[in-house]
């Protein structure tokens, strides 16, 4: 039988060379990572940055978020990592379209867009305006006869007595 005293020791000898606390990670690079993992999406189809996809054990996020702790850790830059993942995946990997050349186009759309949906509305609500307008001056009171007029004033006389 083995002695007890031996039996403890064994079994607290992997606690002496683990950590009592795990190590921090180091502010500035988790920081570089929530960027990193912003500007990233997850490629399994959820539609979700790779910072918020919670798909468990997603066969995409979870390579992609180690392979950016990796190359951080080697000294890689942010724009360094991103040029790796736009290399494999193509621009789709990216969460924004970048600001540059044909892909500022979906930057400035929307408000070109925008411009001229308020420059149509402001015209088609004008036409509406002045159709207005033009159907009060037409009052049947400008045609009427001097015969007719008498009728309605007396006829509202009537009305208020």
């Known amino acids: 039988m083995v002695p007890r005293p031996l039996l403890l020791a064994v079994a607290l000898v992997p606690l002496l060379f683990s950590p009592a606390h795990p190590t921090p990670q180091d502010p500035a690079l988790e ?6 993992a912003d500007s990233l999406m997850c490629q399994c189809g959820c539609n979700k940055m790779l910072s918020i ?3 468990q054990g997603c066969h995409s996020a979870t390579p992609m978020r180690a392979e950016i702790k990796e190359k951080l850790a080697a000294g890689q830059s942010k724009e360094t990592i991103l040029a790796g993942f736009v290399d494999r995946y193509g621009l789709i990997v990216l969460s924004a379209p970048p600001a540059t050349g044909f892909h500022l186009s979906a930057w400035i759309m929307p408000f070109v867009a925008l411009a001229v949906g308020a420059w149509i509305a402001k015209k088609v609500l004008g ?7 033009r159907s009060d001056a037409r009052a049947p009171d400008a045609n009427i006869s001097a015969e007719q007029q008498a009728r309605i004033e007396r006829d509202l006389r009537d009305f208020e007595a």
């Open 31 to 36: 920081a570089q990572f929530g960027e990193i």
């Open 127 to 133: 036409s509406w305006k002045r159709q207005t307008v």
């Open 53 to 55: 996809c919670d798909m």
